[in-house]
């Protein structure tokens, strides 16, 4: 594996680095003030706050995904003694975890760069998995064989949401931050460019490649869906009919159809492949959004009503629309969710420890599973599943680890 190195493409580097090598703190105040600038250069102090609690060891592992623990720099045994202190273990969101006769193995692979905010792994038929690091602004390539990684940066200011694969296995990233989507060519290692033909389309999110080599993809917070030909490089874009419907998750039916869930609003969009007209599926409740779907093979939608904590099912047949409770609840805020074959897997995202639950498609029952990190602590978070080779492809953005998922009676 690579060695670990410091975070040294996210745009914050020059406060990060001044506030990690400036003088070690030893009292509470100075400690209280350190966590509030360090642990605020990334994410809000809001994440200590919201976390379960950890024990002074815990909290020392949590640190060490996120910040450079070298003693001379950071005084990390004070630090995490007094994150303990003032962050103990507590179940304020705690999840409900349904028993059943699956066992899951989780194969898990830590990434080098610190804090990268590592999401939407993706395998190939190769095997080799691709990952971005968002706020890294990175693009991964694990060899899950030999357990080796290679860290690309991606053209500056990128900040990338997400990765698909192309028919010969390229890794095509989402310019979160700069419009744009583009892809690593595997042949001669450069990247190539695509801008969005209009200013107002911000926010490439997820994409989905179609069997014609087309890349169909969301921009959640310009409402709109995007279509990318790679032979001729044109983008088409389309908005969707109700304002702030924040398109979000995106998946193709067996006709190829690409079909997208509304982060912002309760509905679901289907996208009109000749004419890139949209048309909007109302789903019930107006608490109702959905971050992401997945569809079976015969052609079943099923979504995650991360509004009101339900896994959803829309018969695009018949337009019937049924839902089910997860198990832990309405503020379980389900997240991620794929489809296997037998099952709907999909994640408790805003509980701690977070879950992994499996909704059984014959029986249409559920079990979850609690998920550890590689060193046995609970954090967050799932943001995007995809099923690889072998089980499913996970993350966890806090402790910067891609996992494979595999199960077994
Ligand atoms: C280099 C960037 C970076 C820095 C600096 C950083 N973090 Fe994080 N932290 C992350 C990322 C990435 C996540 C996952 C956020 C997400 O998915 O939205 C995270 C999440 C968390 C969480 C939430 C865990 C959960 O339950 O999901 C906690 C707690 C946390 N960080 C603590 C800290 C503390 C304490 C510090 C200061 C010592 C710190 N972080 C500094 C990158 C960072």
New binding site residues.
Partial sequence: MTQKHY?KN?AALTS?SILVFSPIPVNSNELEQK?NQ??S???SVN??ER??GYSKEDWQS??GY??NLDPNTLNSDK?SGY?ADEYPINNKRASQVINGDLTLKFNYWQVPT??Q?ARDPIQGSDGIIWWVGQ?GNILGRLDPVSGEMKEYTLPAGTYPHSVSLDRDLNPWFLGNKNGTVGYLDLNTEKFKVFSMPDENARDPHTGVFDNKGIFWFTLQHSNMVGKLDPVNGNIQLASLPTKNSRPYGIKLDSTGTPWVSCNGSNCLIKINTKSMELEEIKLPGEQTHTRRLAITDNDMIYYVNSGMGKLGRYNPKTGQIFEWDSPSGSKSHPYAIEYSGEAIWFNESAK?PETLVRFDLETETMQSWQIPSKEGVY???IRHMRMGNNGLIIHQ??TNQLAEITWSK
């Fill in positions: 975070f996210y990060l966590v360090l642990c250069t990334c994410h994440n200590l976390s379960s949590m640190l996120m910040v630090l994150l610190l804090g905010r706020w701690r954090s967050g978070l953005t806090a």
